[in-house]
């Protein structure tokens, strides 16, 4: 094995789990899951069937992953984040056809204790504080607060605050533009 997953988790077969990725603690890995490279899935995660995680993510402990979430590489996601997968629940129906998709793209920050409500797609490189409440589309770059969660400011691809001078912004070797309230990162020439 190229992979490590510590004595009391659970993985279910089959499963796929990239190098020199890790699963602590009283985790389960349902079947039919992919799990990138050089992962870190913390104590106490839940990952549901057909789940695709992609390389260099870490999860920290205390989240479950549902079935229709899509995460893509790089993407940090807190203690107690909290997704769902049916926006209307109710113990006596039962709506699994209703699962709705969620999609966290590259990059993406999810602060400790927020919750992401099904159907939504979190932004590559966006950032969700601690604690937000996500219930519509988050922007690449945009840094969101609040419940429910509202667009801050904007952010480099390294979490940093950007400073927009005529619809422009440096960060290290890197230029941003500010189109049509949109981000966008464009490499800089050396």
């Known amino acids: 094995m190229s992979f490590f997953v510590h004595d009391t988790a ?3 077969q089959p499963c ?6 890790k699963v602590w603690h009283f985790s389960h890995i349902m079947q039919n899951v ?7 899935l913390g104590q106490n995660t839940f990952v549901a069937s057909q789940v695709t995680i ?3 993510v870490k999860i920290q402990n205390n989240v479950s992953i549902y079935e229709g979430i899509d995460i893509k590489d790089h993407v940090f996601i807190g203690p107690s984040v909290v997704f769902t ?14 699962f709705l ?26 950032f969700v504080a601690a ?19 509202i667009h801050a400011h904007w952010v480099d691809r390294f979490g940093n605050k950007l400073h927009f001078v005529n619809h422009k912004a440096i960060s290290g070797n890197l230029l941003y ?3 049509n309230g949109k981000v966008k990162e464009v490499r800089r020439e050396s």
Not at 16 to 21: V, Y
Not at 87 to 92: A, D, F, T, V, Y
Not at 101 to 126: D, L, M, R
């Open 131 to 149: 604690g937000a409440v996500v219930t519509k589309d988050i922007d690449d770059f945009s840094l969101v607060m609040g419940n429910p969660a």
């Open 101 to 126: 998709n969620t999609k966290i793209e590259k990059g993406a920050t999810i602060g400790a204790n927020s919750t992401i409500v099904c159907g939504v797609t979190i932004g590559k490189y966006a």
């Open 177 to 179: 533009t500010l189109q």
């Open 54 to 56: 992609g390389n260099g």
């Open 16 to 21: 796929k789990i990239g190098e020199n990725t």
């Open 85 to 98: 997968n049916v926006i209307n629940p109710r113990s006596e129906i039962d709506r699994k056809t209703e």
């Open 34 to 40: 992919q799990i990138g490279n050089n992962c870190v």
């Open 10 to 12: 659970v993985v279910d």
